[in-house]
């Protein structure tokens, strides 16, 4: 009975001690005041609209400067198979990081260290997303974030 009650009570400790590592809105926890989103789930119908195309040019170019960038882009392209030893593939600018995240965690990795499936999946890809049509333009890198990992027992 007291080996019972032993186990119970570390169980429930255990359980206590993960409560954080639940699955929440991570931006809750920061102070979002006047930031304002842009959200869209079909990018072709604003890319084969002359007008859209200038009018986005032109609004992210007067913000610049306030500009937070975060496109997951494996949330609209299935590329689980092609990430490797990766969860996500991330485009994000310094100043979303400076907000929501720490550079501290911020880790470069060499292109050739990608999988070779990713490698040519960015090959195709970011010529299509780049203003200069090149890969890895000129102030663009490649990080590796490293997140705390937790473990949930049943």
């Known amino acids: 009975m007291k080996h019972n009650n032993i ?12 409560t954080g590592c639940g699955n929440t809105n991570k931006l809750s926890e920061y102070d979002m005041t006047g930031i304002s989103f842009i959200e869209y789930t079909d990018i072709d119908t604003v890319c084969e609209d002359k007008e859209l195309i200038t009018a986005g040019s032109n609004l992210l170019s007067d913000q610049e400067d306030n500009l937070l960038l ?30 929501f995240g720490d550079s501290g965690k911020l880790k470069p990795i060499e292109y050739s260290s990608l999988s070779k499936s990713m490698q040519e999946f960015l090959d195709s890809q970011m010529p299509i997303l780049t203003n200069d049509g090149s890969v890895l333009p000129e102030g663009t890198g490649l990080y590796e974030y490293e997140v705390a990992v937790c473990l949930h027992f049943l």
């Open 70 to 99: 975060s496109y997951v882009v494996d949330s609209a392209i299935e590329l689980s198979a092609d990430l490797g030893d990766y969860d996500h593939l991330v485009f994000t600018n310094p100043k979303w990081i400076e907000n």
């Open 7 to 18: 186990i119970i009570m570390s169980a429930l400790a255990l359980v206590i001690s993960l």
